[in-house]
């Protein structure tokens, strides 16, 4: 693209100058009606097809043309464009991974209480079936005493 700029720049240099309106000269990335272009955009194919207009207040071509070669990125902005990628690449994965750790934790957790109401459940039934053993021997017992008791008092 830049040689692209810099053949029109030099084009425009020989040939006629194009004056242009300022509000198409700036460098706000305005969308123009024609095709979804930039302003910019609008202002280099302009200036490529030879549109000219000698009103006064006017900018050239050429100074758009090279203000508009201007808008390459800088080695600072694609550091900082791709540090700010990487950065949200991390948060956005963090998120994930901390997502399924804490539903492996609630899943252990159901499981841990399964666990604990199995054990009650086996403790329970374990106590009651000592209950149930000593109502039998007391029961045992307290017949042995009666019939003792019987065949103690004559009749």
Known sequence: MKA?????????EKGPVCY?????????????AEGGKTAQEVVI????????????GRRSCSSVVSSAAEITMSLASKVTLGAACCVTAAIVGYVHL???IDREKLHEGVIRDVERQQRRKAENVYLLQQQSDL???LRQEQQQREAAQQAATPT
């Open 20 to 32: 242009l309106p300022a509000v198409l000269c700036c460098r706000s990335p305005a969308v123009v």
């Open 45 to 56: 194919l302009w200036c490529k097809a030879g549109v000219t207009s000698q009103k006064k």
């Open 98 to 100: 901390k997502q399924s």
């Open 4 to 12: 692209e700029l810099t053949k029109t720049i030099t084009q425009q």
């Open 135 to 137: 109502t039998k021997q």
